[in-house]
């Protein structure tokens, strides 16, 4: 685009194009200029458009850190997330990424790979960041972190969980439900020796906590049970699969924590000619992507991640500007998706 006299002269003195140089060139009050880029249902729309192509022919940026220590506000928000390569959470960081950013907030993500002592490490460096509020995947229960947090006053939302006592404001579901249901979803189908392959996490543990209690409570007997570990790949759940026959060949289902493990145990199954559903049924957790493509493909549990964005973000947002949240505890459920492996 070619650059106006008025942009350039603008530019004159420090170089750089100010906040003043954009009302001025706009025949406007510099409130005005930040009540557009803030607040722009507050201005008319003759007024917003003349200051947003003055905007556009200057290239003008605002500089978010001088407004924040202004205002007290960054317009940052930030989130922390065990994985950005395991896709079950993607719908929820791309919904929560998408409303903030259409009310004119940024998102900064943080990676923890489900460790304790990362998610510390990064809460303690975005506390001192102060962001207008914290995303968090999972309930953060007593630590050094939760107690930060607190002391802080900054708006969290905790999701992907349930408990009665959150920080703040909690979006989520209970996988102690989820564990129930799919054990009775499996035995309803009448398999008699269930089984599960999971990862070393705390909610897929709670899972199958209440997975193998209500099993137990069916008179079933024991639940035999592979952990993966920290793994959560493909080969994880095609080796856990042959660690589970060697002790228990007659093993009939299995609840997987995830659609990958689940798709390593159907590759497996396969290799071996053990036939699904009819000699092993297998039940996944996600419903990512590729469960509906699989071949037989996967019956798995649905979460709406997208929805847990979404209402995670107008939390954090309602919060940020000063308007109350009630409720502000929300059970976005799931359910059971059925489909060829059961």
């Known amino acids: 685009m070619k650059e106006t006299d008025n942009s350039r002269r603008a530019r004159r003195g420090s170089g750089a194009i100010t906040v003043r140089d954009v009302a001025r060139l706009a025949g406007v009050a510099p409130i005005t200029v930040s009540r557009v880029l803030n607040t722009p249902a507050q201005v008319s729309p003759d007024v917003r458009q003349k200051v947003l192509e003055v905007i556009q022919k200057t290239g003008y940026v605002p500089n978010r850190m001088a407004g924040g220590l202004a205002s007290s506000r960054s317009r940052l928000i930030a989130a922390v997330v065990p994985s950005t390569v395991m896709s079950v959470f993607m719908p929820t960081i791309e919904t929560l990424n998408e409303t ?16 304790a002592a990362r998610e510390e490490a990064l809460l303690e460096a975005i506390v001192g960041r102060r962001p207008d509020g914290i995303f968090l995947t999972g309930i953060l229960g007593p630590s050094q972190g939760r ?37 009775r979803f499996l035995m309803d189908k009448g398999r008699r020796r269930l089984a599960l392959i999971r990862a070393e996490d705390e909610r897929a543990q709670r899972r199958a906590d209440a997975f193998t209690e209500a099993v137990q409570r069916a008179g079933l007997g024991p639940v035999e049970t592979v952990n993966v570990g920290a793994s959560r790949s493909l080969r994880s759940g095609r080796e856990a699969l042959g660690h589970l026959l060697a002790q228990r060949p007659d093993v009939d289902a299995i609840f997987c924590s995830s659609d990958l493990l689940a798709l390593g145990v159907a590759t497996e199954a396969r290799v071996r000619g053990i036939a699904v559903p009819h000699d092993l049924a297998l039940v996944g957790f996600g419903d990512v992507s590729f469960a509906a493509d699989m071949a037989p493909a996967l019956s798995t549990v649905r979460i709406n991640g997208a929805e847990m964005g979404r209402l995670a973000a107008r939390c954090l947002i309602d919060r940020a500007e000063g308007r109350p949240v009630s409720p502000a505890v929300f059970d976005v459920g799931f359910s059971i998706v059925e489909r060829e492996t059961t």
Not at 100 to 115: I, K, N, R, V
Not at 151 to 165: F, K, M, Q, R
Not at 168 to 177: C, E, I, K, Q
């Open 100 to 115: 903030l950013f259409d009310a004119g907030y940024q998102l900064m993500l943080g990676q923890s790979d489900y460790s």
């Open 147 to 183: 107690t930060r947090l607190l002391a802080s006053g900054i708006p969290v939302v905790e999701t992907w969980d349930l408990t009665p006592t959150p920080i703040d404001m909690l979006v989520g579901f209970s996988h102690a439900d989820i564990g129930r249901e799919v054990a």
